[in-house]
């Protein structure tokens, strides 16, 4: 990257999930396949802000690449809840306006991030969840799918996997992680998208951080655009998406500097996991606790980059 941010006309990063993974559990043919679903959707989200798109628009274009791919947790590939089937979640938000749309316990929508999205620029709402968010995508032309897409067979053997060490309620691991974007375009607007289907083994209707606005997700053009991926219910605690963009903005603190600060702090209430950032100057942060995090980044200066473990 160049050293004056100035110069940077647009920046992406992606993630697709935090967690621990280790180069001494993915064989080659696994680092080669999630590198090779990172890049397509750093690809993604490139072709847009390269072209001169809008950063939402990135960010999207890369979440949906990720949601189709079945080897990270979110749309098709995404972890099974304690009862067998799949719950999805999703957020996006714009910096320019701070305008935000989100959803939980999707079920039929093949994209979450399109009906987040949706529910952002043509509803009333910021949040919808369940059967009501899907009814929205349908009365939106957004595309419905049989639950099955969603199901992969390795997915199945996680989550028998799980029950059969009946121990804990939910991967605590947190081996399967969650999907995300950040971007700054050429009008230098931010924004941020995540994607998910929780924890392998998650009851009761649970929902994580990754659809709630300041927790998982946040994009503000006077600070930046923040997506989260870890052990949700600490980063639900300490806000931290939002966290990380005031201390950007009230603080002066630089992007690598408050993801850091945050996660240390995540890490005192129990908990682990990862950020990406991207300030409205483009410069990106990515950030984890964890032994690994599926992450990928470029930008308008030739920076381009796809990573796995913490020694890449």
């Known amino acids: 990257m160049a050293d004056a941010t100035s110069e ?50 990135a960010v999207t274009a890369a979440v949906v690449a990720l949601e189709d791919d079945p080897q990270f947790n979110a749309g098709r590939g995404a972890v099974f809840t304690y009862h067998g089937t799949n719950e999805l979640d999703a957020a996006v938000m714009a910096g320019e306006t701070r ?35 899907d009814d929205f995508a349908r ?64 009851r009761w209707g649970r929902i994580g951080d990754s659809p709630l606005i300041g927790a998982g997700t946040y994009a503000d053009d006077r600070a930046g655009a923040v997506s989260c991926t870890g052990s949700g219910e600490q980063f639900i605690r300490a806000g931290a998406a939002h966290e990380i963009c005031a201390r950007m903005r009230l603080a002066g603190t630089g992007a690598s500097e408050a993801a850091q600060a945050v996660l240390a702090e995540i890490g005192t209430l129990g908990g682990i996991g990862g950020v990406i950032v991207v300030t409205p100057a483009g410069e990106t942060a990515l950030a984890f606790t964890t032994p690994g995090m599926f992450r990928a980044r470029a930008d308008s200066t030739g920076l381009h980059e796809v990573r796995i473990f913490g020694d890449d």
């Not at 992406?12 to 999630?34: K, N, Y």
């Not at 952002?120 to 059967?131: D, I, R």
């Not at 989550?159 to 399967?176: I, N, S, T, V």
């Not at 999907?179 to 924004?191: C, K, L």
């Open 8 to 57: 940077i006309r647009w920046s992406l990063a992606i993630h697709g999930g935090a967690g621990s993974m280790t180069r001494d559990t993915f064989d080659t043919g696994a680092i080669a396949a999630h590198e090779a679903g990172l890049a397509s959707a750093l690809a993604a989200g490139r072709a847009v802000v390269e072209a001169g798109g809008s950063a939402l628009d």
């Open 139 to 202: 009365d939106h032309g957004i595309e419905q799918v049989d639950p099955d897409w969603f199901a992969t067979p390795e997915r199945w053997r996680q989550l028998e996997e799980l029950k059969a060490r009946q121990h804990g309620w939910f991967d605590a691991g947190m081996k399967y992680g969650t999907v995300g974007a950040v971007a700054r375009d050429a009008a230098g607007h931010v924004a941020a998208a995540t994607s998910t289907g929780g924890l392998t083994g998650k």
């Open 99 to 133: 305008a935000a749309g989100a959803v939980a316990g999707v079920t039929h929508t093949r994209n979450p991030v399109r009906l987040a999205r949706a529910v952002m620029e043509a509803g009333p709402h910021v949040f919808l969840s369940g059967p009501g968010a």
